[in-house]
């Protein structure tokens, strides 16, 4: 069975330019979760969708981020602009049951902007 | 907000010894879940505990949830050189998200 499938794996652009990440779950699973990883704050939740409706977006860290989740096998997380300091590695994971299932995380996309 | 605090940040261990990473929460955890991430990887989830008190094991790690379902530990017995990697807890409040520890990183020394 494919995991979860994140494009790209990595990508490096330039302070300003527009990043668009993008996630596939596993099929069948009805929630998504996108997370950040850096050495200075860890694995930090951004934002997470259940049957394709954003339920927290709390983490998200200003509105340079967005995140949508068009059909049930799609995911983006748009960073427009991009800054520096959101170089890290953002991964996306998937689960069958939001409350108490394990999550399923892709092999993730690390971002460095310049 | 929930807060999910591991000790020790780092372990060095010799292979063959022995290995323990402890989960502290401000608050009761309805469910507590393990990962491992090896460098480089992603998380990959290892186990669930529910039940105050509760111990499983797999292999060589035993893990546990405390009494008062607060807290949690990760034991490795006879560390192997693929036991390398980062070591997370996550815990969850009520129908809440998953709140992941700060990690420990255990590196071994052949």
């Known amino acids: 069975d494919a995991g979860v499938i994140q494009s790209p794996r990595h990508e490096v652009t330039e302070m300003g330019q527009e990043v668009t990440l993008r996630c596939k779950p596993i099929?069948?699973?009805?929630?998504l979760f996108w997370y950040r990883q850096t050495m200075m704050r860890g694995l930090e939740l951004l934002i997470y969708?259940?049957?394709?409706?954003?339920?927290?977006d709390s983490g998200m860290p200003e509105d340079r981020f967005s995140a949508k989740m068009p059909n049930a096998s799609f995911s983006t997380l748009k960073i427009q602009p991009s800054e520096p300091r959101d170089s890290a590695v953002y991964f996306c994971?998937?689960?069958?049951?939001?409350?108490?299932?394990?999550?399923?995380f892709g092999e993730g996309s690390r971002l460095t902007v310049l | 907000g929930q807060q999910v605090m591991q000790i020790p940040q780092y372990q060095h261990v010799q292979e063959g010894e022995d290995f323990t990473t402890y989960c502290n929460s401000s608050?009761?955890?309805?469910?507590i879940q393990w990962y491992k991430q090896r460098p480089g990887g992603h998380p990959v989830f290892l186990i669930q505990?529910?039940?105050?008190?509760e111990v499983k094991k797999q292999k060589r790690l035993t893990f546990q949830f405390g009494e008062a379902k607060k807290n949690s530990s990760l034991h490795i017995t006879a560390t192997q050189t693929t036991d390398v990697g980062t070591y997370f807890c996550?815990?969850?409040?009520?129908?809440?998200?998953?709140?992941f520890g700060t990690g420990t990183r255990l590196t071994i020394i052949p």
């Open positions: 505990l529910v039940k105050s008190g």
């Open positions: 608050t009761t955890l309805s469910n």
């Open positions: 994971a998937s689960t069958l049951r939001r409350n108490t299932g394990e999550l399923f």
């Open positions: 099929s069948g699973h009805n929630s």
């Open positions: 969708f259940n049957n394709n409706v954003p339920i927290d």
């Open positions: 996550a815990g969850r409040i009520g129908n809440e998200k998953l709140t």
